[in-house]
C-alpha cells in the first residue's frame, strides 16, 4: 500500500485508488466537477488542483497517478483562492433555487462550503428546460460546462446523444435531436448519474423526493446480473443509482434496472389470495387458499396418479425459492414434472454445452470482452437485450477488438461490425458449418490444441469437406466469400470469444446450432482462456438459477442428472426421488390435451401468453381441472384459466439470490415491505407444504438456510456462504470457503476428457414460405419491454415503446401501400392478430420481425407448433 504525504501528514492509502479516491479516504473533499471515476479524466475544471512537491505548477489531482512517497499539498490557502475563483466564475450565472432544492449535488456542495451562495445570480431559462422524457429532466440553464454526460454517453454507454452547440458564452449542450425524448438517447441515465449539478435530474426523485435509504441488490430483469443500489423513501423506490464495484455493471445500468421499477407499486398488483368459483375471483386469506389447492392437488393424485400433476419454476424468483419448487414437486407432489422457462429459450445451449464439453454453462465471463481480439455474436440483439454487455461489446470494437454480428437484421451492433452476415432466419447450420469448412481448408486450426483435447476430428474433416461456403450461400442467403471472411476473422484474430442468443436456439435445430458454434471454437482453441469461449446471453435474472436449482425434469440441483445425483439428493432430503421420467412443460402441454395431465402449478411464467401457437396453449390450458398461478399481476394464464391465484412478492421485497449468465451468484436485498398480503414464494411454498401435511424439509428461517441447504446438496455452491456473496457475488463452481469461484471454465481440461466435434446435417423448418404466406416472420424484443410485458409494461418505459410492432422492409410496405404506424392485421397457419407496421430498413424484403411483449398484439396467435428437435424448444 502506497504511502503519500499530503499537507506535511504521512497517510498510508489503499491500493489501486486515484489520488482523488485516496484524498477522499483520508478526509479531503476536492471539489473535481469535471471528474468521474469511470472516464478518462479530462483535468478542465481545474478545481482539484494540488502542488506536487518538486514541480512548479499546480497539477489537477485527478490526471495525477499515486506513486509512494508522493508529496503535495492541498490546501494551501493559494489553492483554496484559486478554487474559490473558479467556483465563483461559474456561480454567477447558476439559478439559486437549483442549490435549495439540492443541497447533496457535488457542485452545490462546493458552493455552500465556500460560502458563495450569495453570488448565484442565474436564472432559469424556459428555452433550455426539456421535460420531454419520462426519466429525465434535462435544465440546462444549470449546466456548468464539464461535458461528463456528453463524455459518459459516448464512453460508458457508446451513444452520441450530447452534442456542444453554439460559441463562446452561448455554447450550450443539447441532445441530438429536437428534444431528448426524440432524441438517439437510450434512457440508461448515464448522464443523470454524472451530472454534478442540476442540470440532469430523475423525474421520480423531483417528484418524489431524494432517497433515504440506499440498499444493494441486484437486477429483477435480464440475465446480465448488473448490482444495483435502489434508493427509497417512506416505504417506496424513489431511485435507483449504478454500483461502481459491481462485477458485470461496473457503475452502469441500461433503462429497465435503473428506471422500471414502479410495477411493485402498481395499483392493479394482486396482493390478496383468490379462489376463482364460477368464473369469478373471490378474494380469500392464505389459509383457505392453500388449504383449497392442497386439498385439490390430492384430490387429483389420488384420483390419477402423481405424474397427472406438473409444475413449473420462475426464472424470476430467487435460487432458493427454485430449490424449493423443484425438491416440493419431487418430494410432496412425488412427480419429476418441473420445469422452468429455460425450456423455450436456452435449453439447447445448456443442453449442447453440457453433452459436448460436460457442462451446460457459459465457459466464461464477461470481463472477457475486453480480453477478446475478436467477438462473434450469432442470433443475440445484446445492446437492446442485454445492454450493459452490448455497451462493453461496443466500447470493445471502438478499441479496435474485430466484431462479427450474424443476425438476419442489421441490428444496432451491425454498424459497430467488421463484418455482418445477413444469414437467411433458420439457416445456422449450414452457415456455421461453412465457416468450420473454410477454417480446414485454409489451415487455420489450433493443431496442439485439437490434437490434446478435441476428439473425432478425422470423422468431422470428412464430413464437414463437403460443406463448401458456395454450398451453404445458397442456402443461407450470405455470399460465399462473407462467409469466408468471417471464417478468417474469428479464426486469426485470437482470442476469440462467442455470444448466442434465442437466433440460434429458438429453432427446429436449435440444439444443433448450438453445437456447430461449440465446433468453431474447439477447432480453434477457442476454450480454457481469457477472451474465448462459447457464451449463451441468458434470458431472464435467474433463467440460469431456476433451471440450475433442477426446476428441469431431468436434472437436480446442480444441474446433475437424477442417476447421478438420486443417492445424495435422498439422503440429504431423507426421501424418495420419483423413478418415472418427468415431461418437460412443452410435453405437458401435450399431456394436458391428450388428458392426461389434470393440474398445474406456474409460479412466475405467463405460460398462455408466452408459449407458442396460442390456439394450441388453450386448449391444453382449458383441459386441465387445476391451474395454480403465482405471481404479482392477474397473467394471461390467471386471467383465461387460473383456479387460484396466490400472490408473491417482487425481488425488491424479499432476500435470496440470482444466478446470472456467467454463472454468478448474487445477493438479492429486500427493500420494501411486501405489497398487501404478498408472500416471498419461497414461504407460499413452504405454506403449501404444511398445508399437504409436510413439514420436514420445509420449515426454513429464511432464505440463506435454504441456500445453506442448497450448499449442503451441490458440491459447486458449497464456498458460497451468504457472508461471501454480500459483494460482487461468486461464479460457479466454488467448492470450498477459500476457493475464488470460477470465472473461466475449461481452463486445462474438459469434464468429458476430449470433447467430440459434432457433424450435423442441415434440416430445414417445415415452416416455410410460400404464395399463400410469403413473409418470413421471426419475433424477439425491444430494449423498453421485458418479456410479458407485466412489469416494464407498467411503468414509463410503455411511454417510451407503447406496442408491439411489425418492422417491415422499405420495399413491401411500398409493394403493400403500407404507411409507417398504420395498423395491420397479421396472419399464419396458425392464427392471426393486429398490430401496427414499422417501416425498418434493418430488416430484409420478405421477412418479417415482431415483439411479443403485450396482450394486445399477443404475438404467440400466430407462432407455429415446431420444435427443437432434441430439447423441445419452440420455433418462435
Ligand atoms: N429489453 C429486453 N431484454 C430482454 C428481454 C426482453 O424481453 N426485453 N428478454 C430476456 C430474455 S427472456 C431472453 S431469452 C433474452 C433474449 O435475447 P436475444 O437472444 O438477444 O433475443 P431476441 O431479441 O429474440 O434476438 C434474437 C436475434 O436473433 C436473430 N435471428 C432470428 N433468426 C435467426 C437465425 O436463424 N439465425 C441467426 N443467427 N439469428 C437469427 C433476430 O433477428 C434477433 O436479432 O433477452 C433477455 N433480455
Ligand atoms: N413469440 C415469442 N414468444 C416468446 C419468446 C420469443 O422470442 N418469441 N421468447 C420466450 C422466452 S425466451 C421466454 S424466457 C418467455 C418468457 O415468458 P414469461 O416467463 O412468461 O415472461 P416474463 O415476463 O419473464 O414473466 C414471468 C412472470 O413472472 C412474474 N414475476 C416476476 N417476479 C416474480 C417473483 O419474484 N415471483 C413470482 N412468483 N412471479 C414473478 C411476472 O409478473 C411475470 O408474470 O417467453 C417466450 N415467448
Ligand atoms: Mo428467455
Not at 498510508?12 to 485516496?22: E, I, N
Request: hydrophobic share 40%; net charge neutral; charged share 20%.
Amino acid at each position: 500500500m502506497p504511502q503519500i504525504i499530503v499537507d506535511g501528514q504521512a497517510h498510508t492509502v489503499a491500493d489501486g485508488l486515484s489520488l482523488v479516491q485516496a484524498l477522499h479516504s483520508i478526509g479531503i473533499e476536492l471539489p473535481t466537477l469535471c471528474h468521474d471515476e469511470r472516464l478518462k479524466p479530462t483535468a478542465v475544471c481545474r478545481l482539484c488542483l494540488v502542488r506536487v512537491k518538486g514541480s512548479a505548477h499546480a497539477v489537477p489531482a485527478c490526471a495525477t497517478p499515486i506513486t509512494d512517497g508522493l508529496e503535495l499539498e492541498a490546501r494551501a490557502p493559494d489553492l483554496e483562492e484559486a478554487r474559490r475563483g473558479s467556483l465563483r466564475l461559474l456561480a454567477w450565472r447558476y439559478p439559486p433555487d437549483a442549490v435549495a432544492a439540492f443541497p447533496d449535488k457535488p457542485f452545490h456542495n462546493a458552493i455552500q462550503e465556500r460560502g458563495l451562495v450569495e453570488e448565484l445570480r442565474g436564472a432559469s431559462n424556459p428555452e433550455l428546460v426539456d421535460r420531454s422524457h419520462p426519466y429525465i429532466a434535462v435544465d440546462m440553464t444549470r449546466c456548468i460546462d464539464c461535458h461528463r454526460c456528453v463524455r459518459i454517453c459516448e464512453d460508458l454507454q457508446g451513444q452520441f446523444v450530447w452534442h456542444t452547440l453554439g460559441r463562446g458564452m452561448d455554447t450550450r449542450i443539447r441532445p441530438d435531436g429536437p428534444t431528448l425524448r426524440d432524441s438517439s438517447c437510450v434512457s440508461c441515465g448515464a448522464c443523470v448519474d454524472t451530472c454534478p449539478t442540476g442540470a440532469l435530474e430523475d423525474t421520480s426523485v423531483l417528484a418524489l423526493g431524494t432517497p433515504t435509504n440506499w440498499t444493494r441488490t441486484t437486477c429483477p430483469y435480464c440475465g446480465t446480473g448488473c448490482e444495483m443500489s435502489v434508493g427509497t423513501r417512506d416505504g417506496r423506490i424513489v431511485a435507483v443509482k449504478a454500483v461502481m464495484d459491481a462485477p458485470v455493471s461496473k457503475g452502469h445500468l441500461c433503462v429497465k434496472g435503473r428506471y422500471a421499477f414502479e410495477f411493485v407499486r402498481a395499483d392493479d398488483r394482486i396482493t390478496t389470495p383468490m379462489i376463482r368459483t364460477d368464473g369469478n375471483w373471490r378474494l380469500v386469506t392464505w389459509e383457505e387458499a392453500l388449504q383449497f389447492s392442497a386439498e385439490r392437488l390430492q384430490q387429483l393424485i389420488a384420483r390419477h396418479g402423481a405424474d397427472c400433476i406438473g409444475v413449473l419454476g420462475s426464472a424470476r424468483a430467487t435460487n432458493e425459492e427454485n430449490y424449493l419448487t423443484q425438491k416440493f414437486t419431487r418430494v410432496v407432489l412425488r412427480t419429476n414434472n418441473v420445469d422452468c422457462c429455460a425450456r423455450v429459450c436456452h435449453t439447447p445451449s445448456s443442453t449442447a454445452l453440457k453433452s459436448i464439453v460436460g457442462a451446460g454453462f457459459s465457459t466464461n465471463s464477461f470481463d472477457d470482452i475486453e480480453a477478446a481480439a475478436t467477438i462473434l455474436v450469432c442470433g443475440a440483439n445484446p445492446t437492446e437485450n442485454h445492454p450493459i454487455v452490448g455497451a462493453r461489446i461496443k466500447q470493445a470494437a471502438r478499441r479496435g477488438a474485430a466484431l462479427i454480428v450474424v443476425d438476419p437484421r442489421a441490428i444496432e451492433l451491425a454498424s459497430s461490425a467488421d463484418c455482418h452476415l445477413a444469414i437467411r432466419p433458420g439457416t445456422n447450420i449450414p452457415l456455421f458449418n461453412a465457416m468450420a469448412h473454410t477454417i480446414l481448408a485454409e489451415g487455420l486450426c489450433d493443431r496442439d490444441f485439437v490434437g490434446a483435447r478435441v476428439a473425432e476430428f478425422d470423422e468431422f474433416a470428412r464430413f464437414i469437406d463437403a460443406w463448401t461456403p458456395r454450398r451453404a450461400a445458397r442456402l443461407c442467403g450470405v455470399a460465399a466469400d462473407e462467409i469466408r471472411r468471417a471464417a478468417r476473422l474469428y479464426a486469426t484474430g485470437r482470442p476469440a470469444m462467442m455470444f448466442h442468443g434465442l437466433g440460434m436456439t429458438e429453432h427446429v435445430q436449435g440444439t444443433e446450432g448450438v453445437m456447430v458454434l461449440v465446433n468453431l471454437a474447439l477447432l480453434t482453441g477457442n476454450f480454457g482462456k481469457p477472451g474465448t469461449g462459447v457464451n449463451p446471453l441468458r434470458g431472464q435474472n435467474n433463467v440460469q438459477g431456476a433451471a440450475h436449482m433442477g426446476c428441469e425434469p431431468k436434472l437436480l440441483p446442480g444441474s446433475i442428472s437424477i442417476d447421478a445425483g438420486r443417492t445424495g439428493f435422498e439422503k440429504l432430503w431423507q426421501q424418495q426421488i420419483p423413478q418415472a421420467h418427468g415431461l418437460h412443460q412443452l410435453e405437458m402441454m401435450d399431456a394436458a390435451q391428450a388428458g392426461r395431465l389434470k393440474g398445474l402449478w406456474t409460479i412466475g411464467y405467463d405460460l398462455f401468453l408466452s408459449n407458442p401457437n396460442a390456439a394450441e396453449t388453450a386448449r391444453a390450458l382449458g383441459a386441465l381441472e387445476l391451474v395454480v398461478v403465482q405471481d404479482l399481476f392477474m397473467t394471461e394464464t390467471a386471467r383465461g384459466f387460473g383456479s387460484v391465484f396466490l400472490p408473491a412478492c417482487s425481488s425488491f421485497e424479499k432476500d435470496g439470490t440470482f444466478m446470472n449468465a456467467e454463472r454468478r451468484i448474487q445477493r438479492v436485498r429486500k427493500m420494501l415491505e411486501p405489497a398487501g398480503d404478498s408472500r416471498p414464494d419461497w414461504e407460499i411454498i413452504s405454506g403449501l407444504a404444511r398445508a399437504m401435511d409436510r413439514h420436514d424439509g420445509f420449515q426454513f428461517n429464511g432464505p440463506e438456510a435454504i441456500w445453506n441447504e442448497i450448499r449442503a446438496g451441490c458440491e459447486g455452491a458449497r464456498g458460497m456462504t451468504y457472508a461471501r456473496l454480500d459483494r460482487a457475488g461468486l461464479q460457479w463452481p466454488c467448492p470450498s470457503e477459500d476457493h475464488p469461484g470460477t470465472p473461466i471454465l475449461h481452463r486445462d481440461a474438459f469434464p468429458v476428457g476430449r470433447a467430440r466435434l459434432q457433424t450435423i446435417d442441415y434440416a430445414a423448418s417445415p415452416e416455410q414460405t410460400g404464395t399463400e404466406y410469403p413473409f418470413l416472420l421471426t419475433t424477439g424484443r425491444s430494449l423498453y419491454q421485458f418479456n410479458a410485458g407485466t412489469m416494464s409494461g407498467r411503468t414509463l418505459n410503455s411511454e417510451l415503446r407503447p406496442a408491439d410492432l411489425l418492422d417491415i422492409a422499405p420495399a413491401d410496405a411500398a409493394r403493400l401501400n403500407l404507411q409507417d404506424g398504420q395498423v395491420v392485421r397479421l396472419v399464419s397457419r396458425f392464427g392471426s392478430t393486429t398490430l401496427p407496421v414499422h417501416i425498418d430498413c434493418a430488416i430484409r424484403t420478405g421477412q418479417l420481425f415482431a415483439t411479443f411483449h403485450t396482450a394486445k398484439s399477443f404475438l404467440n396467435r400466430v407462432t407455429g407448433p415446431h420444435r427443437d428437435g432434441v430439447v423441445g424448444t419452440p420455433e418462435y
